[in-house]
């Protein structure tokens, strides 16, 4: 089964502007990110591979796909920034048949896990939000990341 064409439209390049809230009550850290959206393995899958900067340049790799028969998206994620060696391992459920929203969960020292939930909501064909949000352990959302990608022409 190929993914689902709400996300397979969206394989190309893109850019925009990169929020990143590492303390939510301050200002987030902005910088300028690209993207690039390619399908992979028949189609079955899409790699975004992004950069930003906070001083430091850094990169972050989705692969994201849907599984058909369970009704389920699935996804893994590193980066430079916030995973650093460990790769976070997603599911979740598509949203008004265009929107990925999709968890997983992260150490923090000798706490409680915290959850990460990412959305990749398309506009248009040359428009996308990208967000994610830190899931405290007691289920209370914070902003980390926003961006709204538009298409390279």
């Known amino acids: 089964m190929s993914q689902p064409i709400s996300l397979s439209a969206l394989a190309g390049e893109w850019q925009g502007t990169y929020q990143v809230w590492d303390d939510p009550p301050r200002p987030p850290v902005t910088s300028p990110t690209s993207m690039t959206i390619t399908p992979i393995l028949k189609g079955s899958f899409i790699k975004c591979e992004y950069d930003w900067n906070d001083g430091e340049d850094q990169e972050g790799s989705l692969t994201i796909g849907f599984n058909p028969d369970r009704n389920l998206v ?80």
């Open 74 to 153: 699935v996804a893994t994620w590193i980066d430079t920034w916030h995973m650093s060696h460990d790769i976070m391992y997603c599911e979740g459920f598509i949203e008004n048949d265009t929107d990925y929203i999709f968890k997983g969960e992260y150490r923090v020292g000798s706490g409680p896990n915290w959850g990460w939930r990412t959305e990749i909501r398309p506009q248009s064909d040359d428009l996308f939000a990208f967000l994610m949000y830190n899931i405290s352990p007691a289920g209370q959302d914070y902003p980390a990341v926003k961006v709204e990608y538009q298409r390279v022409s």
